[in-house]
């Protein structure tokens, strides 16, 4: 494989430009490739095969173009396929989960490409399997299970698949008794359920023709799925609903919500035919979410300034914010991720300066304490169990070196129990690699982490290959947990970086809010700033680096790419976000509504439209010397729907300079998560380290 493709390798696709020109707030822009956005793009998404076959046509040539270039590797993919797969325990299984008389639990089978659902008698039997996922995904080119609850007597089993990767359930009801489903099928719907106390009924979402859950609807098991009950309507395009039971199996919440702001109601899980009742009314970019403890809710919110949450308590039954008192007081800088509540117990995710930290309260007394960890470069996490009345909190643990480790822990005794370490029957030995923790200064003098690993034997120069991961957007942290996969990178002697650039949460919601819509463009000043850091501390060189992120961070690797393109010798976009205006200004696309509060709503708001089009990727694309790219895209994804990529690909190819390789790979029957099967999904990830590995390596390693 080479930039100067040999015999084998036919020519990249040319793709067809008909301009289309757009005036906006004084403002033209002309866009050559709009054609390759189908007109029935709702159909083609829930069924691929009815794409418009002109643009069908063109992705398949780019999908040979890809195939013809990665030939030469096809070795190197099936050695890195058959070590990835030596890293993962095929027959592995969680740790069980007790409930009532019943332990449940997933495991899979050997060879198996999908989860099974299992249980057994809480005191020891034989084996239950309430779901079979390989046996559910048999003649189906995609499947995915989207979520499963059983009922709280533990007779039936509410799950939700998908079969064409658009992110569209149907749901189902298994009778466990017989192991048979009942004839009910609701679709489509988002896939989550939450069930009432009477073990027949349940709430659940249904999305519209934008993909957009905007119904809760209420279900009697037996009963056919026209006959369900309306419960509630969402009628903002930009909020999205769910539905939910608290810990105690009390209540039954549904959540209305965009990025920013929240608003949820209540009905008691023993009467679901009751009047869902609200909490507090939305109020823009006021977020909360609810619990229940005795007479009380108790409340994760960031009301009144506490912009890094803080958790209150309320009276079940008041309405709006004046009833809430302090629980839990807010310190700036000290994000307050998460809770769960138990009978005696309230435990509370944080995060500070990328460290991730449980802590746990007793409710009684209010004393405090704080689970101890190894080193602060790790990643930990509660872990939701099935009871209430329990004093045993299950939590993991893990780090860019270390395989995840799962713990019970007695809130009580202060005593951990380990109960499982994530197996990896190829061999592996976390001391033979070295973890730190680099601040780089971006332009504004902010200071910006910088999590790495690398092995122990590699002592990092200017040569060294080094692939720098990024996100940011949404509040989303990317913290530094373990991944098998990254070992075979590292072990053929790269670093592996993440750099937590503004747009996550990693510092608390000022980071996230100084990275998003009119400050988006700290996200790609931070992640420069960080790839000129590893440089200055000798741990890689110019040219020398991978990019890589996907959504919102594939538009992060596209706009960092026209703006310093020589710091990098390849990069890798999956699923990228990168025809930001055009997808902003289209509020018929499944996200763009709710997105507005990310990006800015650039049809009302000229500063919003100036901003995007300022680092949008696609309408960015100047003849400069762009690094060897793979791009990949999902004619089913509904988040980023596949035009973006094709676009994109197709303008830097006419109007860009690639000095190489530009791969557009597009799954034809996937979407935003691609393969449904876990083996199929380390293809893709062979097939991207592949392209990766051998560009830094002709760049000068060997």
Known sequence: MTDRPGSDVIRPPLAMRRPVTDT?????????????????????????????????????????????????????????????????????????????????????????????????????????????????????????LGGAAHSPDHRYLAWASDRAGAESFSIRVRDLTTGHDLDEVIHPARGDMAWASDGETFLYTVIDDEHRPRWVYRHRVGMPAESDELVYTERDPGFFLGVDRTESGRY??????????????????????????????????VE?????????????????????????????????????????????????????????????????????????????????????????????????GLEYETDTLRFAMSGFARPAQVFDYDMRRRERTLRKTQEIPSGHDPEAYVTRRLMATAPDGESVPISLFHHRDVE???????????????????????????????????????????????????????GR??????????YIACAETLIEAGYTGAGRMAAHGGSAGGMLVGAVLNQRPELFGAA?????????????????????????????????????YAEIAAYSPYDNVAPRPYPHLLVTAGVSDPRVTYWEPAKWVARLRSEGEPPGTVLLHTNMSAGH???????????????????????????GTG
Not at 253 to 262: A, C, F, P
Not at 673 to 699: I, T
């Open 24 to 144: 906006r707030h004084g403002a033209t822009r002309t866009d050559p490739y709009a054609w390759l956005r189908d007109a029935h793009w709702r159909d083609a998404m829930v069924d691929p095969d009815r794409l418009d076959p002109a643009i069908r046509d063109y992705l398949e040539q780019e999908n040979r173009y890809a195939e013809s270039v990665m030939a030469p590797l096809a070795p190197l993919r099936r050695s890195l396929v058959s070590e990835l797969r030596g890293r993962i325990r095929e027959d592995d299984s969680s740790v069980p989960a007790p409930e009532g008389p019943w332990a449940y639990y997933s495991r899979y089978r050997e060879g198996g490409q999908h989860v099974l659902l299992c249980r057994r008698p809480r005191d020891g039997g034989d084996e239950q399997v309430l779901f079979d996922g390989d046996a559910e995904a048999t003649g189906s080119d995609y499947f995915r």
């Open 517 to 526: 819509q009119a400050a988006k463009r700290n996200t790609f000043s931070d």
């Open 288 to 384: 909360y979410s609810v619990s229940d403890h005795g007479d009380d809710w108790l409340i994760l919110t960031n009301a009144g300034g506490a912009e890094d949450f803080c958790i209150v308590r309320a009276p079940i039954g008041a309405t709006g914010r004046d009833a809430w008192t302090p629980l839990v007081a807010h310190r700036p800088g000290r994000l307050i991720e998460d809770m769960l509540v138990f009978a005696d117990w309230l435990v509370r995710q944080e995060l500070e300066d990328a460290d991730s930290r449980l802590v746990i309260r007793a409710l009684t007394s209010g004393e405090e304490h704080v689970i101890d960890q190894p080193d602060p470069c790790v990643e930990v996490g509660a872990m939701p």
């Open 460 to 514: 990092p120069d200017a040569d060294t290959p080094l692939l720098l991961y990024g996100y940011g957007a949404y509040g989303i942290s990317e913290l530094p947990g373990f991944s098998p996969n990254r070992l075979s990178l590292v072990d053929r002697g790269f670093v592996y970086a993440i750099a937590h650039v503004r747009g996550g949460r990693e510092r608390g919601y000022r980071w996230y809010r100084e």
């Open 673 to 699: 998560g691609g393969p449904g099967g876990r083996f199929q999904f380390l293809e893709e990830v062979a097939y991207r380290y592949a392209f990766v590995l051998y560009h830094m390596r002709s760049s």
């Open 572 to 608: 890798v976009a999956d699923v990228p976000f990168v025809d930001v205006l055009n997808t902003m200004l289209d509020p018929d696309l499944p996200l763009t509504p709710p997105e507005w509060p990310e990006w800015g709503n650039p049809i009302e708001d000229p500063k919003a």
């Open 252 to 285: 039954l919440l549904i959540d209305s919500h965009d990025h920013t702001t929240s608003e949820v109601r209540w009905l008691p899980a023993d009467a679901p035919d009751a009047e869902p009742r609200l909490i507090a009314a939305r109020e823009r970019d």
